[in-house]
């Protein structure tokens, strides 16, 4: 079946979510930050993640901006680096205008070439996904901005992908969802959705019970699947 919608995850899918660490640490003022910046964003990243999955079992939600915010205060600590509170202001604001990967905005103009509507599947908050979109460039490419603060619930909560099908009268089946994120992978694949993986590091197949129908290298070779 000829999906009808394609939809993107955010953060690590179309936003390197590594380019806040690193970039702030090339600015003159944090250069401290230069030699240890790449461990501070996979701990920051992993923890952001783990957060969002136990506050979900705990029935505990915060929303993205207070989750990042504490995963950053945890992996500052975990690299030992000392409380720096223009340091955390900095790293939180670039998180807002994270880089694209270099194929998106050309990956999502082809789509849209083939009469595909785009939508975003998030955690972020409408407000960190605003930001992130208009700071990559990518205003007027996407038909819907879904973030699961209209649930509150964090994927792969099913009831976060049942926001696609509802927002544009769709099965499940008629929706291509794409992430990079091998757990998103498996919750959407179960939902029902077709899913394509965005492997950017040769990471293994995830041993879960879902998996993709599609692996790519990046975001480049996905308007060759429609």
């Not at 819907?144 to 089946?173: C, M, Q, T």
Request: net charge neutral; aromatic share 10%.
């Amino acid at each position: 079946m000829r999906p009808q919608t394609v939809v993107f995850d955010a953060y690590g899918t179309l936003f390197d979510v590594t380019a806040a660490a690193r970039r702030v640490a090339a600015e003159p003022g944090f250069a401290d930050l230069a030699p240890v910046w790449p461990g501070l964003a996979e701990a920051w990243r992993r923890k952001q993640l783990e957060y969002t999955w136990l506050r979900r079992i705990m029935g505990a939600h915060a929303d993205f901006a207070s989750v990042t915010a504490d995963a950053l205060d945890w992996a500052l600590e975990a690299q030992g680096i000392a409380p720096n509170a223009a340091l955390r202001a900095r790293l939180l604001a670039m998180y807002r205008a994270l880089d694209p990967f270099p194929e998106t905005a050309a990956t999502l103009a082809a789509l849209r070439a083939r009469g595909l509507r785009l939508a975003i599947l998030s955690n972020g908050t409408p407000d960190m996904l605003a930001d992130a979109v208009d700071a990559a460039g990518l205003q007027g490419l996407f038909d819907a901005v879904i973030s699961v603060e209209e649930v509150g619930a964090y994927k792969p909560d099913p009831a976060v992908y049942a926001l696609v099908p509802a927002r544009f009268g769709l099965r499940p089946g008629q929706v291509l969802f794409v992430s990079s994120n091998g757990w998103d992978i498996a919750g959407a694949a179960r939902f029902g959705f077709t899913c394509a993986w965005v492997n950017r590091t040769g990471a293994p197949l995830d041993r879960l019970s879902h998996g993709p129908a599609h692996i790519l290298r990046d975001l480049s070779a996905l308007p060759d699947l429609i």
